[in-house]
């Protein structure tokens, strides 16, 4: 089955104006000078005290204190007002549910609630694309994120920015001598334990299960004494048999440098958590990423930023039985051995080995994203500048799941192994051109900015199927 999906917008034009008035007080005690926060809304960078819309600005730095395997938006939980952030799930690199000041709709599926993603300029989207493009990005690369929450403040954007708007500022290169970092985490995660029950133990499990059957229960059977002592000899702890205490590494590296005409940034950085499930590796990261700004002329300046991540995980058989370790854990018996005596791994009572198939049964993601964008500015007159902007991410996800030759499941299902194979490719470009005056006369400031832009989404989806297959591929 081959999938294909082009869409292609053009001849947008938006005019937005902005007056202010204000009042000069003059304080004699003030002494010390200030230095003005810039808010980044996308098209524009202004001063905070020249922002009336609700926008919060996040630092990046307080964004980079995270475990390795926490994206981008998860880690905005708690740090914006108004932003209600919840993890999609708990696996290691797993994505979020975004609102902003609440529902922009009534739809209740994943991603209707979406904002609009912005990076250094280059609108991304607001589907869950545009959330992976944005989570791609190193937490270590973010200089700040704008999160514009009212309909003045996204009003710019259109309709795409109706759910609210995510705009992040990557690092920029400094003038003189170059900076070189170099960081390294090393951790741990385990699950928590269980506060509110304790799981039952052999003896007690079996004791539950005589008086079920002295009351008629069905599905229990009779305990005789010589079973009793061969299963309390079994007694074991299946959480500890499914899970374990993952290991959690982050290695980055960044040079920063430049001079009054050019700066430039350059980072390289590896992630990996192996997850808490035993027999898969959970999610493993590589990413890079460049900056480059020139000013040659007073009037003229440009600049390239790039980006790379490459990424690969292993998931679990995501069901709401026993092929999901978390819900096996919790319904495999205590006295039901992990191996039988032969040393081939033991069905149990719910007729499904989970460990056997976390190892025979693999489901692998690769992804591979670039995003990218180059701009230039010229300066026309004093106040009036004209900026066009390039911008794209291109994404390519390959999913291989497999079910081996000669598995538990694969014997229950009489498939002789399988393989199935599905391969996508996401491109997107976005080309804007923005003319911008502003003026200040007295107390008072003017804001005109012209909007012409183009944008292409291209989605192609390739699955295959293949069914006794001789070797592992």
Do not use: C
Request: charged letters at 20%.
């Amino acid at each position: 089955m081959k999938v294909k999906l082009r869409i292609a917008t053009a001849g947008v034009l938006f005019f937005t104006g902005q007056f202010i008035s204000a009042q000069q007080k003059n304080n004699d005690s003030l002494k010390e000078a200030k230095i003005d926060e810039v808010v980044v809304t996308g098209y524009q960078k202004k001063s905070k005290d020249e922002v009336t819309s609700a926008i919060t600005v996040v630092s990046g730095k307080s964004l980079s204190n995270f475990s390795s395997s926490t994206l981008g938006t998860n880690a905005l939980q708690g740090k914006a007002v108004g932003v209600d952030i919840s993890s999609l799930n708990g696996k290691p690199g797993s994505g979020s549910v975004i609102n902003i000041r609440g529902l922009g709709n009534i739809t209740t599926s994943v991603g209707a609630s979406n904002p609009l993603f912005v990076i250094d300029g280059f609108i991304v989207g607001n589907d869950q694309r545009a959330q992976d493009v944005f989570n791609a990005i190193n937490p270590n690369d973010y200089e700040s994120i704008s999160v514009l929450k009212d309909a003045a403040a996204a009003a710019i954007y259109g309709s795409q920015g109706a759910n609210g708007v995510i705009v992040l500022s990557t690092k920029s290169g400094k003038s003189g001598k170059p900076i070189i970092t170099l960081s390294s985490r090393i951790g741990f995660s385990e699950k928590i334990k269980d506060i509110n029950f304790r799981m039952m133990n052999s003896a007690e499990k079996i004791d539950y299960e005589k008086k079920m059957y002295d009351l008629g229960i069905g599905g229990y059977t009779k305990w005789t004494d010589s079973n009793v002592s061969a299963a309390l000899a079994l007694d074991h702890n299946w959480q500890k048999d499914i899970l374990r205490r993952s290991a959690i590494e982050s290695y980055q590296i960044g040079i920063r440098g430049g001079n009054e005409k050019s700066k430039y940034t350059f980072s390289l950085g590896y992630d990996s958590d192996n997850g808490i499930v035993q027999n898969i590796h959970a999610y493993k990261r590589y990413t890079g990423r460049m900056k480059y700004e020139a000013t040659p002329t007073d009037r003229l300046s440009f600049g390239v930023s790039t980006g790379v991540n490459y990424s690969m995980s292993q998931e679990i058989r995501d069901r709401n039985n026993e092929q999901n370790p978390f819900r096996a854990m919790y319904s495999y018996n205590p006295y039901e051995p992990v191996y039988n005596a032969d040393g081939s791994y033991n069905s149990t009572k719910k007729a499904f080995p989970i460990l056997e198939a976390l190892k025979n049964n693999p489901e692998n993601i690769n992804s591979l994203i670039f995003d990218g964008n180059i701009f230039a500015q010229y300066k026309i007159l004093d106040g009036l500048n004209f900026k066009t902007q390039l911008g794209g991410y291109y994404n390519n996800i390959r999913r291989t799941s497999k079910i081996l030759r000669g598995s538990y499941l694969d014997n229950v299902l009489g498939l002789g192994g399988r393989v199935l194979e599905q391969n996508q490719n996401r491109f997107r470009y976005t080309n804007s051109n923005i003319l911008n005056y502003t003026k200040s006369f007295g107390n008072h400031s003017i804001d005109l900015l012209g909007l012409v832009e183009y944008t292409e989404f291209r989605n192609d989806l390739l699955v295959v199927q293949d069914k006794t297959f001789q070797f592992l591929l």
